[in-house]
């Protein structure tokens, strides 16, 4: 029996064409270094994105559905890029890729440039989760290897 949870998804509907879109993915992609552009599929009417984080690498996949010229219809789903959503943390981590990447994607779609403090902010809170992590698993190893077993007996 699997403890798979399934993937978060959501349908769009922006009112741009899909050639505007893809171009402003593939913009987000350029300019934000936590995210990468992966590949295109034309058959399949699909673009797939890579979520850099600090431990946890996620894949947004775009898939488009029948658009017309003022108006596109997408959905957009988050996985991890190995396994299944297995967690609440993984779930929690897709939510909020999926925020953040659709946030930034109505403001660049409107004109919006994306700037030194966007990258930065970016980098500092991959940083800071690297460091918790760190920091999480230092105490862990001291707890266990390094006495503080010892003073719960």
Not at 47 to 60: S, V
Not at 73 to 101: H, Q, R, W, Y
Not at 114 to 133: F, G
């Amino acid at each position: 029996m699997s403890n798979a949870i399934a993937t978060p998804k959501q349908v769009f509907t922006l009112k741009y064409s899909r050639k505007q879109i893809e171009e402003t993915i593939k913009y987000i992609c350029e300019k934000l270094p936590t995210y990468n552009f992966l590949s295109q599929n034309d058959t399949l009417n699909s673009l797939r994105i890579e979520a850099k984080g600090a431990f946890l690498t996620q894949h947004l996949d775009f898939r488009f559905q029948n658009s017309d010229e003022d108006t596109c219809v997408f959905e957009l789903e988050v996985s991890k890029s190995t396994g299944g959503m297995t967690n609440d943390d993984s779930i929690l981590k897709a939510k909020k890729n999926m925020d953040e990447f659709m946030d930034y994607l109505t403001k660049c779609i409107n004109g919006y440039q994306i700037t030194e403090e966007d990258i930065n902010k970016l980098k500092s809170s991959r940083t800071n989760s690297i460091i918790l992590y760190i920091i999480v698993i230092a105490l862990i190893i001291w707890f266990f290897f390094g006495g503080g077993l010892e003073m719960l007996i």
